[in-house]
């Protein structure tokens, strides 16, 4: 467990319940991710208008820099490093709406490319606890599936088989089952199931979105954005999808969610005054809304 | 939903004032033989009203299955994964992305029955814009054609594109974006505005560092432009005497140059269109509507690509199309075309500016093996606001998996012609110019 306060000297004020502003700049920000045990993050963001790149967050100098040096004209979004933090997994585009994910050895500067036929894109890369997999998802020949390879780019294989849109894939910390959204009942809704693919729980019940699920550090609980009241919003739920606690509130956009390393805190891209940000939320311990008044359990 | 004339229109209160008028004009005029009668006289004394038309260019081809016309009911390999919204106007659903446009659909009218004849961007950017197919003559842009009815407005051009460049795909630009058979002296004037709302001219390209917000002293430019001037061949003096005069007036005008510098606006208005550059390009499109110039079109991209090198996030959704609608296209359309229409109502410009929304085309309901969709021309989307529109209106209907209209098609031609007749530039003076031939008014908007 990461003691936060210790490594952030300019978030002395962590413990309240006040959101924690972390950029300044306003510009189009996506897919942050603790790094280094929370010391730092890294995130997509619009350098130009016709570029996304990985930028890497200082959290003790407050200072961003790319991550990923000389990406030339290729976008770059999705970025993950692996629990051993010898690997990083991106997704790469690579041509005309072509999109790859790429699997980098951090250390032998090696890079391995994801294929698959034709035109596409993969979606969503994670890695697995054990950091000797990727899972991610694509559209092989038809409804989005999820995968998982090797690191070494070899043992490609289906995870799912299974309507509609599958997406966001995430593990619990034991590596023993995948949390992610599917959209077969008409809407995006999650679900959780087995790592080989089996035993699957459906997690929440309405008729809008709920995606981006990521299981936090303890896996007793799951971050996910939802447009259920009104906005883009973010919410906590159990791990068996009880007791749904808003983070966020309001038609402003606030999405993106990943868990800091110490699993009390949940940074978050959100959209205030049109300005698009990063901002680090304390998740209340109980049952609780933004305000710190009780909520009951808003089911899922 | 009620059958009026050709389309199918409908609205909160029943059958329309303007409705009620085509239909009992009919009879008239088919006895009549052509002789217009009161009431027409009357719908066309009403028409004229748009002082300013601001086009919001959709380029790539937006996905209206995913937006604007969602079918739940659809099989699942046609629906899509979103889950849909009630808005203002009973019994019309969004997408859950537009929130805030479902919130403000009392304000404008929605068309649902677009159709066009081509299935490529280019083609079909050039159809979109101007009436006609590209070949074997470019007719004007519909902005190239309001431009000659209404002239310039001191010195400012009277046809805007605010955006990056001309729209275009990898291989190639448009060629309907400019003056076509009216002349160059009708092309756009591009401007483009950065998200931190930084506007540039990029004609004054070869004038490094002047920007409108730094033009501080006259005889300074003037000094530069004439330096510039000294460095031209003859070949290209002729060029640069127009982009000259032009750039100079814009950028010593008082006016003008007021028009181009977003730091007046509130903090809070800039930030309600959000900080992105399509978001700041409508608050700019607002304040050169707010100054008298006739066309400004928004381009959403310059690049119909969205996930390509160099593409600048166009509408082009052949990958991820489900995942960029949400991360990125429809919170930004969202948050930028509400901004402008309150911001329209509020100042009370909404009377005499008529505001558009459209791409070239919609998107294959029917979901590609790639999970996302690919060109579709036989039915998509247009949104109409002010000048007269009679809003909160959902005219035609497409069907079941909203593939084709079911109702009378509405084409680009249809579309070009009631702008020009909202901006008073009536079958007379259409034909004295040569341009929207064949051309109809969309009754059911007004």
Redesign the interface.
Same mark, same amino acid.
């Given at each position: 467990m990461v003691a936060l306060g210790m490594i952030l000297p300019f978030l002395h004020d962590f413990a309240l319940a006040e959101p924690k502003r972390l950029t300044e700049d306003g510009i189009l920000k996506r897919d942050p991710y603790f790094v280094d045990g929370g010391k730092g993050l890294i995130y997509g963001y619009d350098e130009q208008d016709d570029l996304v790149r990985v930028l890497r967050l200082d959290l003790e100098t407050g200072k961003s820099e790319p991550f990923v040096p000389d990406v030339g004209d290729k976008h770059h979004i999705e970025p993950k490093l692996s629990p051993d933090g010898r690997f990083m997994s991106v997704t790469e585009c690579t041509g005309n709406l072509t999109a790859k994910l790429v699997i980098r050895n951090l250390e032998e500067r090696k890079d391995v490319y994801i294929t698959h036929s034709g035109r596409g894109g993969t979606r969503s890369p994670v890695f697995t606890p054990d950091s000797k997999r990727v899972v991610y998802a694509f559209a092989e020949t038809g409804p989005q599936q999820l995968w998982s390879v090797q690191i070494d780019g070899k043992e490609k294989k289906q995870l799912t088989q299974c309507e509609g849109v599958s997406n966001w894939p995430s593990f619990t910390p034991d590596g023993k089952r995948i949390v992610f959204s599917n959209s077969r009942e008409n809407n995006y809704e999650i679900y959780s199931m087995s790592a080989d693919g089996t035993d699957e729980k459906r997690l929440t019940e309405n008729t809008i979105m709920d995606i981006r699920p990521v299981v936090s550090p303890d896996g007793s609980q799951i971050a996910f954005t939802s447009t259920r009241d009104g906005g883009y919003n973010v919410y906590v739920m159990k791990i068996d999808g009880t007791n749904v606690r808003a983070l966020t509130a309001g038609l402003d956009r606030d999405d993106y969610p990943a868990w800091h390393p110490d699993g009390r805190h949940v940074v978050i891209v959100s959209e205030k005054g049109g300005r698009f940000d990063l901002y680090l939320h304390e998740v209340p311990p109980g049952a609780v809304n933004p305000d710190g008044k009780p909520l009951a359990d808003t089911g899922s | 939903m009620i059958g009026v004339g050709d389309f199918k229109a409908n609205d909160c209160n029943g059958l329309s004032r303007r409705s009620f008028l085509k239909t009992a004009a009919a009879v008239p005029f088919a006895m009549g033989a052509g002789l217009p009668s009161l009431l027409d006289v009357q719908a066309a004394q009403e028409r004229g009203r748009a002082k300013s038309v601001i086009l919001l260019w959709l380029w790539g081809g937006p996905s209206h299955i995913d937006t604007f016309d969602p079918k739940?009911d659809a099989p699942?390999?046609y629906? $899509?994964?979103? $889950? @849909?919204?009630p808005t203002k106007i009973p019994g019309v659903h969004f997408t #859950?992305?537009l929130? !805030?446009l479902a919130q403000r659909n009392d304000k404008f009218s929605l068309i649902r029955s677009m159709v066009t004849t081509d299935g490529g961007h280019p083609g079909a950017g050039t159809i979109g814009v101007t009436g006609f197919k590209e070949s074997p003559t470019v007719h004007p842009n519909f902005g190239s054609i309001i431009a000659k009815h209404r002239g310039n407005s001191g010195a400012l051009p009277p046809f805007f594109y605010l955006g !990056?460049g001309i729209p275009r795909d990898?291989p190639r630009r448009i060629e309907g974006y400019g003056g076509g058979t009216l002349g160059k002296a009708y092309d756009p004037f591009l401007v483009s505005c950065?998200?931190h709302g930084d506007v540039n001219i990029p004609t004054l390209k070869m004038l490094d560092g002047i920007t409108p917000n730094r033009i501080q002293d006259r005889k300074k430019l003037l000094d530069q432009l004439d330096a510039a001037h000294r460095t031209l061949d003859g070949a290209r003096i002729d060029d640069w005497e127009k982009t000259h005069q032009a750039a100079y007036g814009l950028l010593t005008d008082p006016k003008a140059k007021d028009a181009f510098d977003l730091t007046r606006e509130k #903090?809070?208005t !800039?930030?309600?269109?959000?900080?992105?550059?399509f $978001?700041q390009s409508c608050l700019l499109a607002r304040r050169l509507a707010q100054v008298g110039v006739p066309y400004i079109q928004v381009n959403w991209s310059e /690049?119909v690509? @969205?996930?390509? =090198?160099? $593409? &600048?996030?166009g509408w082009?959704t052949?990958? /991820?199309n489900?995942?960029l609608l949400? &991360? %990125?296209h429809c =919170?930004i359309l969202d %948050?930028a075309f509400s901004a402008l229409l309150d911001d329209l109502y509020d100042r009370g410009m909404m009377e005499d500016t008529l505001v558009v929304a459209m791409g070239e085309f919609g998107r294959t309901p029917k979901i590609?093996?790639?999970?996302?969709r690919e060109h579709h021309q036989h039915c998509y989307f247009s949104i109409w606001a002010g000048a007269g529109v009679q809003p909160g209106r959902t005219i035609g209907e497409s069907d079941a998996r909203a593939e084709r209209p079911l109702t009378e098609p509405i084409s680009p031609l249809m579309a070009g012609t009631t702008i020009a007749e909202l901006c008073g530039v009536g079958a007379q003076q259409r034909a004295e110019m040569k341009v929207l031939d064949g051309g109809s008014v969309i009754n059911e908007l007004l």
């Open positions: - | 739940p699942m390999d629906r $899509g994964p979103f $889950g @849909t919204i #859950e992305m929130p !805030r !990056r990898l950065s998200q #903090e809070k !800039r930030e309600s269109y959000g900080q992105t550059a $978001g /690049y690509e @969205t996930f390509t =090198p160099n $593409g &600048d996030w082009d052949h990958i /991820y489900f995942e949400q &991360d %990125r =919170p %948050r590609s093996k790639r999970a996302a």
